[in-house]
């Protein structure tokens, strides 16, 4: 199977490095300084057990590749439409396109894009962060969910689960993973943002009653949505998110990196999508709302001071 990854950065610089290393047949499709140090000194992935560097297959012509049986999406999600239209030319007969993306809507544009039938639903969970151009550093997970955006179950779903596994990446096989697109969109929402917007850790946000009020409370908010989408979250999962934030305290979520760095935001993917989906349901969203407001302040007050740099 040859495989295409849209994108060199965190996520996929991590789940390239994995299928390389598991002796897949991978190509990196890329661009800018990350594309070129990958090329220079292939692509280093780090972690708790140590590091490793592996050779990798890596360009930024599309038309180098060839037609693949899988591509993964891997950019953030403001690039998704340029990263569908450079993956283009690598749409061979029965190519599926999985996208490894936050939120709940990139099934629908790449559908839109590349044609629905080519497109599967996937949740990635992985801590991964480009510690610099080509070196990805990946402590926490690294598994997949997959599914039929439709429902049920299909013959290259399982086809995929297999091929994932057998290299080393647990993946989990759905038949409603639009309900698994919104649980992660639920906590995503609330626990990789407000540490972007105030500078706290995960933890920061269970430490005191207060605080772990104020998470809950957006929790639920954001819940209510997915519910009015047929995708109910019960108190099991909400609680499964406030264990997250015990569990690692210190951890720096991705949108928090952003800000960190100047960089845009994923926030129309995170409180976007719930304030649309609410909006549409007619579910009120005065938290999220709120959130979506300063997280877009907070970015443009990081990006004017790094331009000032």
Not at 69 to 93: V, W
């Amino acid at each position: 199977m040859r495989v295409v990854v849209v994108g060199a950065g965190a996520v996929g610089g991590a789940f390239a490095g994995m299928l390389a290393r598991a002796g897949r047949d991978v190509v990196l499709l890329g661009r800018g300084i990350a594309l070129e140090a990958i090329r220079l000194d292939g692509l280093r992935l780090l972690g708790a057990k140590g590091g490793y560097s592996i050779p990798i297959r890596a360009t930024d012509r599309a038309e180098e590749i060839g037609p693949a049986d899988l591509i993964l999406i891997c950019t953030k999600t403001y690039d998704l439409k340029a990263a569908l239209e450079s993956a283009r030319p690598c749409l061979g007969e029965g190519t599926v396109i999985l996208p490894l993306q936050n939120g709940v809507e990139s099934e629908d544009m790449a559908g839109s894009v590349l044609g629905v039938d080519r497109v599967m639903g996937c949740v990635a969970y992985v801590g991964a962060v480009a510690e610099s151009p080509g070196k990805i550093r990946h402590d926490l997970g690294g598994r997949l969910v997959i599914g039929e955006v439709s429902g049920g179950e299909s013959e290259r779903g399982r086809k995929l689960r297999s091929f994932f596994e057998e290299s080393g990446i647990p993946c989990r096989l759905t038949s409603a993973v639009r309900h698994d697109l919104w649980e992660k969109l639920v906590g995503n929402s609330v626990i990789n943002v407000i540490p972007a917007i105030t500078g706290c850790r995960v933890g920061d946000l269970i430490r005191d009653p207060r605080s772990e009020e104020t998470t809950r409370a957006a929790l639920e908010e954001a819940a209510a949505v997915s519910g009015s989408q047929d995708s109910p979250i019960d108190e099991e999962k909400i609680s499964g998110h406030l264990d997250f934030c015990r569990r690692y305290p210190e951890f720096e979520t991705s949108t928090q990196q952003d800000v960190r760095r100047g960089r845009p935001t994923e926030v129309e993917a995170f409180n976007g999508a719930i304030m649309r989906a609410g909006r549409s349901a007619g579910v009120p969203t005065p938290i999220h709302t709120t959130l979506y407001r300063l997280l877009k302040a907070r970015e443009a007050i990081e990006s004017r001071r790094n331009a000032e740099r």
